[in-house]
């Protein structure tokens, strides 16, 4: 039987906000435990949550950025269960009235074997605020557990997809298109090792054609793309060996253990907690005007799509460059700013995909550190254009600016790459090379086009690579034909 | 001055008193710690004293007298109820559960009171987490009723009660969620008033049901309570149902005539379950405002008989909630041995928390189940919007609503607790309001005397619109200038001398 993997994602996305959801604690990451928690985060008796309106404009920034539906009136519940890093006994979160409704995000899935890339939509069902919990912490006392409170109450959007993705390519490149677009929008850092970008992934599998969805298990708090789609691969193959065998799926809530490359049931659902959600009776009903949607709005930034499309229109770049420069913010703020900067715009999308991107992966390094900045690499390539340098030249130049050699003109002088540009001194070398190659001379008059190219090396190595090559070609042509 | 009639005054008094420095805040703050020294052993109405911190406060209060900032309460010893937090204190909420708990804040009441310059006598014993009518169920003690030590004094504010009838402090803090204001004050013979909801700000007062608390002034008149709203009401960001309206003069309106007040009597405050002789003191008020030019209507709030079962519905549903960071990791009681994770979080809880509590738990985790949520506390819900509407529409027709505060005087001690819905049923008139989120208050109207006692107080209960404080105190004032019932004081048997 041909089986069909069948996966939805819920994915919590850690907010850029300065305080916590509920209260003016700081959010910063990696302090020492318990002195971001303040009375709110430790839950004493008597302390009361006020919603942090920077979250709220984060959940309406998403919303506006995936078409969605944008509660005019949500409500904030109580998640009551008991566990020693959650301070309350409870979570507040949304449950029946989310503030994001239904929208879509389109994803590119890349070619693999015989399968094309190709555009898929996935279908946003919802996505609601909520507040983190603290960390346990073991072993830090000999015996004891520990309970860090400097997370609870972080803000997270969590957003949840309709179960559309059918392989773990497709699950990873919505996993990616989301990750890219919450930092685009500014609403989540991204970071994955530190938690700011959490996925659970949702898998079922049925028979090919079926359109009744199978028992599913939720592969909990994966934080790299790697681990997802080795995760997802594991279960699948182990689900649809499992029903081969004539067993069932049972569902459950699994986690993957990367060193062994194998996901394990945590709990069944026969063990669920039953959350008894309620209106959190401390909080008002969120209520979001078409003002307050305006307002964000106006503060939008151009989303990956509008930009991708202006890139092209503007600047004549290929659909395949300007999807690659808006593939991530970074990348396209500094496109943007080179472009600014005065650099020509195919040049600039030729050097910042090639050259930069190259150099960046091989130190595996962001753009954020990268060594070059927007306006020095449009310096070096103005330097090209204004013919001061070669290519070939700036290449080095480029080499020597990452090592933090100085600046575009001060290492062009350094290391004399100021290609020779006079004329006169030009032709000087031309006859030169003409007086002494006679023979490729004679090659050429008699229609053997390789010879031209043989005389431009001839009279490039003669100036020491410094002859500005298309001068040289034009004075060389003068002379042959003349 | 004698000590007996330095503890009897008005705020009104007092205030004039410590302006012309005819007392000091010292003196005063000492003569009620005197007297709570001698009463307070029998009577049980404090569970924290802290004489170093009150005389600070005090001597504090008399530099600010002195240098000439003097507000109205500056130098007046007020009790806080223990549900307040406040820093340094112990804040217990009557509960084994944190009767090892310091509050490290100060709630936004206590704030208040401190900006004031008032002084702060000590913590009110009361029932444990708010949950009773009686006090009983404090794990600190009952509270002996001032009127008759065999009596309970009302609750949950029974602590805060008892010290307002027995004159150890010169007026006190409560908190309402069914009635725990306005109950003990009726059965404790003073001046008690529960505020809309969102007028007093709820930051720092341990939650019981969010959705229905509501912290209000006790003491012996309303203009007295007039003088505490205005400390204590106002806007705080730090609470999500704070009302954000402009500060008000609850004194403003206290000398209007009443000339053309209409009066809503609603007929189901007078039928089946309310004592004959509470009735007669009700009447006989209801026949002197009449005097005072008030026009009596009948009205109708129909579905009264569902507040009680829709309050224990909402009311334990928020609780088990809100009950549950009581369990014993970061604060409070922690069972002393335990084998694991549950075992502590059972044990701790089974430990800390008293029977009332833990029924209530019981039945706010069960409406809140799967299954079960649509049916109770959905529906409840629906229902405390038609409770609601009653109200509406019965304003209307007039201007207050008044009636019987409390079906009976007060009950003696154990009498009730074995029999947990009859001890409910002492809210009957005061949980519609709070459902509502109307303001109510009771006021001394007179005495009942009952078959195997003394007569004891009975209080008048005077439902008002939303932010119709200011009007309710009026009412209550002109009624207090020609009456004297709110001045009369409990002889106290001998105390500790």
């Not at chain 1, 996901?263 to 307050?292: G, W």
């Not at chain 1, 593939?327 to 030729?350: C, V």
């Not at chain 1, 130190?363 to 330097?383: C, F, N, V």
């Amino acid at each position: 039987m041909e089986w069909e993997v069948v996966i939805g994602l819920e994915t919590h996305t850690q907010l850029q906000t300065v305080s916590k959801i509920f209260s003016g604690a700081s959010v910063k990451y990696g302090a020492e435990p318990n002195t971001q928690a303040c009375e709110v985060s430790l839950a004493l008796p008597g302390v009361l949550p006020v919603l942090n309106k920077q979250a709220v404009e984060c959940a309406i920034k998403f919303g506006l950025a995936i078409n969605a539906e944008i509660a005019p009136r949500s409500v904030f519940a109580r998640k009551n269960y008991f566990y020693p890093d959650l301070p309350k006994g409870y979570q507040i979160s949304q449950f029946e009235l989310p503030v994001v409704g239904k929208g879509a995000i389109t994803i590119q899935v890349p070619a693999a074997g015989k399968q094309d890339a190709y555009e898929k939509v996935v279908n946003i069902t919802r996505a609601h605020l909520e507040e983190d919990a603290g960390k346990s912490v073991h072993g830090a006392v000999e015996g004891m557990s520990g309970i860090d409170l400097n997370r609870a109450g972080t803000p997270l959007l969590e957003i949840v997809t309709e179960p559309d993705m059918r392989s773990a390519a497709e699950a990873v490149a919505y996993a990616k298109k989301l990750h890219e677009l919450v930092q685009w929008i500014g609403i989540c850092d991204g970071n994955m090792q530190e938690g700011s970008f959490r996925c659970d992934v949702n898998v079922s599998v049925r028979p090919k054609g079926s359109d009744k969805l199978g028992t599913r298990r939720e592969i909990k708090n994966l934080n790299s793309f790697k681990f997802m789609t080795q995760a997802i691969e594991y279960e699948t193959r182990w689900q649809i060996e499992t029903l081969e065998d004539g067993g069932k799926i049972q569902q459950a809530t699994v986690l993957f253990n990367p060193d062994t490359g194998e996901t394990r049931a945590m709990r069944s659902k026969e063990e669920a907690n039953d959350y008894r959600y309620f209106p959190d009776p401390d909080l008002l009903p969120l209520v979001i005007t078409e003002q307050d949607k305006a307002r964000v709005q106006a503060n939008m930034p151009e989303l990956p799509a509008a930009m991708k499309a202006r890139l092209e229109a503007q600047f004549a770049l290929s659909s395949y460059d300007a999807s690659s420069l808006t593939a991530s913010r970074d990348l396209a703020d500094y496109f943007m700013a080179a472009i600014d900067a005065g650099a020509e715009p195919k040049q600039t999308a030729n050097w910042v995909m090639g050259s930069l991107s190259a150099k960046l992966n091989s130190e595996d390094k962001d753009l954020s550190s990268s060594p070059i900045s927007a306006q020095q690499l449009a310096q070096l390539l103005k330097r090209i254009s204004d013919g001061t340098i070669s290519n070939n030249a700036a290449k080095q130049v480029f080499e020597a600016m990452w090592l933090g050699e100085g600046e575009v003109d001060s290492i062009i002088a350094a290391k004399g790459l100021k290609q020779e540009s006079d004329s006169g001194a030009i032709e000087a070398i031309i006859d030169e090379v003409l007086a002494a190659n006679a023979a490729m001379v004679e090659e050429f008059k008699a229609g053997k086009e390789k010879a031209f190219n043989a005389l431009v090396g001839q009279a490039m190595k003669a100036s020491k690579g410094k002859a500005n090559p298309a001068q040289v070609n034009d004075i060389l042509k003068k002379k042959l034909q003349a | 001055m004698a000590n007996s009639e330095l503890t009897n005054g008005s705020l009104k008094a007092y205030a004039q008193l410590l302006q012309s420095k005819q007392i000091s805040s010292l003196e005063l703050t000492q003569a009620f710690l005197q007297r709570i020294k001698q009463y307070n052993p029998s009577i049980n109405a404090y569970i924290a004293l802290d004489e170093d911190k009150t005389l600070a406060q005090a001597r504090a209060a008399d530099a600010r007298i002195a240098a000439g900032s003097a507000a109205p309460l500056t130098g007046i010893p007020i009790a806080q109820k223990d549900i307040f937090c406040a820093k340094g204190w112990p804040t217990t909420c009557g509960s084994k559960m944190l009767a090892n708990f310091v509050a490290p804040y100060d709630a936004h009441v206590i704030s208040q009171f401190d900006a004031a310059g008032a002084v702060n006598l000590g913590k009110t014993n009361m029932d444990e987490f708010a949950m009773g009518s009686s006090n009983e169920t404090s794990y600190f003690g009952g509270v002996k009723n001032p009127w008759s030590f065999d009596r309970v004094p009302g609750g949950s504010s029974g602590g805060s009660a008892a010290a307002v009838a027995a004159r150890l402090c010169a007026a006190a803090t409560g908190t309402d969620t069914g009635g725990s204001i306005r109950q003990p004050a009726s059965l404790c013979g003073f001046t008690g008033l529960k505020p809309t909801y969102g007028v007093v700000s709820r930051f720092g007062m341990i939650a019981f049901a969010s959705s229905l608390d509501q912290a209000g002034p006790m003491a012996k008149s309303a203009e007295d309570c007039a003088l505490m709203m205005n400390v204590m009401a106002g806007f705080d960001e730090r609470d999500s149902t704070s009302l954000d309206r402009a500060k008000e003069d609850y004194c403003r309106d206290l000398n209007k005539p009443l000339a053309g007040l209409k009066i809503g009597l609603p007929k189901e405050f007078f039928a089946e379950g309310l004592s004959a002789e509470v009735g007669q003191v009700i009447e006989n008020a209801i026949a002197e405002y009449k005097k005072l030019g008030a026009e009596i209507v009948n009205i109708s709030l129909p579905n009264t008989g569902l507040s009680i079962p829709v309050y224990y519905v909402l009311a334990p549903a928020e609780a088990s909630s809100n009950l549950s960071r009581y369990d014993g990791v970061r604060y409070g009681h922690r069972a002393a041995e335990y084998t694991d994770l549950m075992d502590m979080y059972c044990k701790s809880r089974a430990e800390g928390f008293g029977a009332e509590v833990k029924r209530r738990i019981l039945i706010g985790t069960y409406v809140l189940s799967a299954g079960y949520y649509d049916a109770y506390y959905l529906k409840a819900q629906q229902i405390r919007r038609l409770i609601a509407q009653d109200f509406v529409e019965a304003f209307k027709q007039c201007d207050v609503i008044m009636g019987p505060a409390a079906p009976s005087t007060a009950f003696k001690a154990g009498e009730k607790v074995d029999d947990p819905v009859a001890m409910y049923l002492q809210d009957i008139y005061t949980i519609s309001t709070n459902l509502a989120g109307l303001p109510g208050m009771s006021v001394p109207a007179g005495f009942a005397s009952s078959q195997d006692g003394p007569a004891l107080p009975v209080g008048l209960q005077i439902i008002g619109n939303y932010f119709d404080e200011a009007r309710m105190l009026n009412v209550a004032h002109q009624y207090q200038q020609v009456t004297d019932w709110h001045t009369l004081a409990p002889n106290l048997p001998e105390g500790k001398a």
